[in-house]
């Protein structure tokens, strides 16, 4: 798995590529939880070029998405692969995330 | 056609884990999407055993032994960690709020959603758990 994050105006966007699984979740909720406590709490995840997410990828997603709904922030999705979006499905996590078809549709949308 | 795999119980083997099941749902005639299937339910099964069963990496091994045979997949998975009720594991709360929500269990909702079997044992000294997946349409 790897992480790449730029600013785009007030809003940070992370992209990750390759597999998020047990071995990979706590790099990706770590790398989450540094931009949170740089108060950089408007998110977009990038996960277009994410091959594969288990349970343990969600599990840091949703840590991240509670602590910064707490500060009026946001975590938002883009571009999920059918694989990565038939996971969020089936955690109930569609009606949870704000998904964006793309980087730039999520960007705008703060 | 019956493959077996061996691996530490560590984190960084589910991807060969994963890469294996691959294979053997090619074997089974099964398409990408139930390919996925069984190793997400492979995936979320072996997670719960190195982090309840075994408690921790590096406490014991995994075997995962495939059965491809057209249109069905049986995979077992076999581990050597203290025996594992499934009933006492709660299900995730998939509440409507994101402050409602706790998605501890969600590797065994998994398995149960995706796969057509989901069965736990104990023998051999260990949980066996098979999991059976069946091409549809």
Redesign the interface.
């Given at each position: 798995m790897d992480i790449s994050t730029e600013e785009l105006k007030s809003v940070s966007v992370m992209g990750v590529s390759g597999r998020v699984d047990s071995a990979t979740a706590p790099d990706l909720e770590n790398a989450l939880k540094k931009l949170v406590e740089t108060e950089k709490t408007q998110i977009v995840l990038d996960l277009k070029n994410v091959e594969y997410m288990s349970s343990a990828g969600l599990r840091a997603m949703v840590s991240t998405l509670k602590a910064v709904k707490r500060v009026n922030g946001d975590l938002r999705l883009a571009s999920p692969s059918p694989r990565v979006e038939e996971v969020l499905r089936l955690a109930g996590l569609t009606s949870i995330f704000s998904i964006f078809a793309s980087r730039d549709e999520a960007v705008a949308s703060f | 056609m019956v493959r077996k795999l061996t691996v530490p119980g560590?984190?960084?083997r589910?991807?060969e884990i994963?890469a294996f099941v691959a294979e053997a749902a090619t074997a089974a005639g099964l398409d990408d999407?139930e390919s996925?299937r069984c190793?997400?339910a492979v995936?979320?099964a072996c997670?719960n055993v190195?982090?309840h069963g075994y408690d921790g990496e590096d406490k014991g091994p995994i075997e995962v032994i495939c059965d491809a045979r057209l249109g069905e997949l049986t995979i077992v998975i076999q581990d050597f960690a203290a025996r594992f009720d499934p009933t006492s594991i709660p299900g995730?709360k998939?509440g409507?709020?994101?402050?409602e929500?706790a998605?501890g269990g969600?590797?065994l909702y998994?398995m149960r959603?995706?796969m057509d079997a989901v069965e736990f044992s104990y023998e051999n000294g260990g949980n066996r758990l098979t999991l059976v997946k069946r091409k549809t349409g």
């Open positions: - | 560590r984190y960084d589910l991807e994963c999407v996925n190793q997400l995936d979320e997670t190195i982090e995730p998939l409507a709020t994101v402050e929500m998605i969600l590797g998994f959603q995706v």
